[in-house]
């Protein structure tokens, strides 16, 4: 019979074995999808047995078994929320390609706008808003009869919805479908996104017209105060902040980002200070200190100090939409400060832990949102650091050069000193547990962020406060919200100043494909063991130094010189447009073409992720066939988000007319970015010897008054097979390809995105192509084309097959891979 330990740390923080199982069974769900019925089972054989046990006083096996019964109930939860769905669920209408359907629902949730991508990349007749909500839905109808569905989907309008609202039963007609996964390697995986939050399909609507009010306000009468609030924190903003500054102030003091244009967001993540944009912690930190100064200068008794700073953090967390971290923030802030009427505390770890539980009940699948992750990554940091603080403070052998600092009546140098020591202390905790996951999500590590989050503090929290107290004046108060409002403004301009200053800094931050999922694992497993084992010194030592060694190995392996196995070309699934990544034997990486029909920001997302993915942080040249946006939107901001060793295209590509030519031409000025012209016969002197890269077309003399004629043509061979990339080569510059040498082409891009006006018979008995590639094009294009290539072994479009990648192995073996059919096709060289 065992016997209870007093000291043990589960008696400290008891809630955070109860996490930990919870956590467990979570992951074996997510992993494994065991039956709702499997995990009751178990759940209520380890509560039997607990009981047992806990009756006969064996309080090892007892604890054993209420681990087991917690791990059941996390598996239950998130088996719940991830894999139920019920036989009625609107999902179970959707079709990959989508059906058109009439849809009664309600609004669940305020009608957003995603404002379009309105950068000269981008072609004006696509630069769209478009408006989206979550649809509560009632039933489907069809001619034949009304059917009851039950379910939540994603409602995409095009266009501003201005006559709906948040609780009205609406009358919807457009296009079901189910979301899209990932397309490409490392590409953002929006279906699974929208799991996660309930949601299994999507309801694409061509026009606001087609959304018909049945009634008004039937439901939602929570969200639709939330809304109004939002609302009218927005108004106050509006008419009394710089319109410039005003998508800042609502990503500053309620997390609304949807109106923040690009180049403001790229630099709060460039200057490491990309926090103070996502409500967190930080910000429900500094809302309860001006609450508690509030009530001091009022002289309220502790009782009602704690319900004003319960109220007021409440409050907060209702109106920014209860977000995980800003649940996790006020949950800290509720259970801490309930305890001061009767001068009770709760332990760091087990409030940690009871956040953690509350936050996973209420949506287990936030355990996978990065978000979350960080939160309570940078909670357990600053609680890590206040404990070396203190014992760094109360250490018998303290360095006497140090002594001065912590002097209990010291002066105000005294005071700013120590404050800054302990705020560089609680930073750096704060990278080393947090920077690894930010470099391998966001892929970005911005040293400058390090030096002046700390320096900033103390304007970043005068500036919410003045921003807490203009949009207090405004709701209750409006004669007076002009003084708070001047001065609120005037301090985000000076914020905005600093952060475009530092991100623009040399060296200020780096674009970095970040560790591997293998790497945070172990990083992640050992910094656990690390704080579990506190109190063992023999154990922490140890697990201290492995985790030291863990960091070197994952800081030495990027700095390896790249050697691969072959050549690896993988043509990207950008919709209607083209990019094609060449991973050359040598380690050099090329570029050819990189653009699509639509957000160049959303391009150049697809490829940057697709290059970090495969640990690419730079590409050594960039080569763009024509001059169509469709193939180019997406270079300017490759330039500046990623180190470019050579800008390749034709003479003909330079025509300043057109808008999107001479905005990248000065884009790649600014980041110094060389040019180099190119012309049939030209050879580009990339990826060693046995790698040959030639320019086929056009030539000197030929040029065309048509772009796509003119389309760059590449010639890659090696060990004996030949990649043939088009662009939008068509008439008359594709007849001049034709009367030159031909050669049996064994990977050939299909030009003009599988057009049959660019894929005649003729180039089929030129290139007798191995395999033929469609870049986007039209949804069967792929079928339309065999006609076109009889002697293909395959015709792939990556509309239908996402990302296709071709290996060409030493020996000459060429294998190939659709994305979204993971299996592998080799075929051995002739």
């Not at 397309?183 to 929208?194: A, M, S, V, W």
């Not at 380690?587 to 639509?598: K, V």
């Not at 180039?763 to 469609?774: D, T």
Request: aromatic share 8%; with cysteine.
């Amino acid at each position: 019979m065992g016997s209870r330990d007093p000291d043990h740390a589960t008696l400290h923080a008891p809630a955070l074995p109860v996490v930990i199982a919870f956590v467990a069974g979570i992951l074996i769900d997510r992993v494994v999808d065991l039956p709702f019925p499997a995990w009751g089972g178990l759940c209520a054989v380890g509560l039997a047995f607990s009981w047992l046990e806990n009756r006969s006083q064996r309080w090892k096996s007892w604890g054993l078994m209420l681990f087991v019964a917690c791990l059941a109930l996390g598996g239950m939860r998130h088996h719940l929320r991830w894999s139920i769905l019920s036989p009625f669920d609107v999902s179970r209408y959707a079709e990959g390609e989508g059906q058109s359907v009439q849809l009664v629902g309600i609004i669940e949730s305020p009608l957003t706008v995603r404002a379009a991508d309105h950068s000269d990349m981008t072609p004006p007749w696509m630069q769209v808003d478009r408006s989206q909500c979550d649809l509560l839905c009632e039933s489907l109808v069809s001619r034949q009869a009304t059917v009851p569905v039950v379910g939540r989907l994603r409602l995409i309008v095009t266009g501003h919805v201005l006559h709906a609202n948040v609780g009205d039963r609406v009358e919807v007609t457009g296009r079901l479908v189910m979301p899209r996964g990932p397309q490409n390697p490392g590409g953002f995986d929006y279906r699974k996104y929208l799991r996660e939050d309930g949601i299994r399909c999507l309801l694409d609507v061509d026009h606001p017209d087609a959304v018909r009010v049945l009634q008004t306000r039937v439901a939602g009468q929570l969200e639709r105060l939330r809304t109004r609030m939002r609302d009218e924190c927005e108004d106050i903003l509006v008419h009394h902040i710089d319109r410039v500054r005003v998508p800042l102030a609502m990503s500053l003091l309620l997390g609304e980002r949807s109106a923040l244009p690009q180049d403001v967001y790229d630099a709060f993540t460039e200057s490491g200070t990309m926090h103070l944009l996502a409500i967190s912690g930080l910000h429900v930190g500094i809302l309860a200190a001006l609450l508690l100064v509030t009530c001091r200068l009022l002289k309220l008794s502790l009782p009602a100090t704690t319900v004003v700073l319960l109220l007021g953090i409440a409050a907060y967390a209702f109106v920014t939409n209860h977000r995980p971290p800003v649940v996790r923030a006020s949950i800290l802030a509720v259970i801490a400060a309930a305890g001061w009427p009767w001068f009770r505390q709760v332990g760091g770890p087990n409030l940690i832990a009871i956040c953690g539980l509350i936050v996973l009940l209420i949506n287990p699948t936030d355990l996978f949102d990065v978000g979350t992750q960080l939160s309570f990554l940078c909670v357990v940091a600053i609680g890590g650091a206040a404990v070396f603080l203190k014992r760094w403070q109360n250490h018998p052998l303290r360095s006497a050069r140090t002594e001065w600092l912590f002097e209990p009546h010291g002066g105000l140098l005294q005071r700013t000193l120590r404050m800054l020591v302990e705020g560089y202390v609680i930073t750096a905790a704060i990278w080393v547990f947090a920077m690894p996951l930010i470099a391998a999500r966001f892929h970005v590590v911005a040293p400058i962020g390090f030096l002046i989050n700390v320096l900033m503090l103390p304007v970043v929290g005068v500036t919410l406060w003045l921003g807490f107290i203009t949009l207090l004046c405004g709701l209750i108060a409006p004669w007076l919200v002009r003084w708070p409002a001047a001065v609120f403004d005037w301090f985000l301009s000076g914020i905005q100043s600093v952060v475009d200053t530092t991100a623009e800094l040399p060296g200020g931050h780096a674009s970095v494909a970040g560790p591997e999922d293998w790497w945070l694992v172990g990083f992640y497993s050992l910094l656990s063991i690390g704080i579990l084992v506190q109190q063992k010194v023999r154990f922490r030592d140890w697990t201290w130094h492995a985790v030291g060694g863990w960091t070197i190995l994952g800081l030495a392996l990027p700095l390896l010189p790249q050697h691969r196995e072959g050549l690896r070309c993988t043509f990207l699934s950008v919709g209607h447009g083209c990019a094609v990544v060449l991973e050359l034997p040598s380690g050099e990486t090329l570029l050819y073409d990189a653009g699509m029909f639509g957000s160049a920001q959303q391009g150049r997302a697809i490829i940057q992720n697709a290059l970090w993915e495969r640990g690419i942080n730079g590409i050594d040249a960039i080569i763009i066939s024509h001059a169509d946006v469709d193939h180019f939107n997406a270079v300017a901001g490759l330039l500046e988000a990623v180190p470019v060793g050579t800008l390749c295209f034709d003479q003909s590509f330079l025509d300043f007319e057109q808008l999107p030519v001479a905005a990248l031409c000065e884009t790649a000025s600014r980041e110094a970015v060389p040019i180099k012209l190119l012309q049939a016969g030209d050879r580009l002197q990339l990826g060693g010897s046995d790698v040959e890269l030639t320019i086929l077309h056009p030539s000197a003399r030929s040029k065309s008054n048509r772009d796509n004629a003119n389309s760059l043509v590449l010639r890659v061979q090696y060990a004996d097979r030949i990649i043939l990339l088009t662009g939008d080569l068509e008439e008359d510059g594709l007849a001049q390809l034709l009367n030159t040498p031909s050669e049996p082409i064994d990977v050939m891009l299909s030009p003009h995105h599988g057009s049959p006006k660019a894929n005649p018979i003729t180039l089929s008995r030129w290139a007798s192509p191995g395999n033929v590639i469609i870049s986007g094009g039209e949804l069967h294009s792929d079928d339309m084309l065999h006609a076109a290539y009889p002697d293909a072994k395959r015709v792939l479009s990556t509309q239908t097959s996402g990302a296709v990648t071709c290996e060409i192995a030493k020996e000459g073996t060429l294998s190939i891979e659709e994305w979204n059919r993971p299996f592998r096709v080799n075929q051995e060289n002739d």
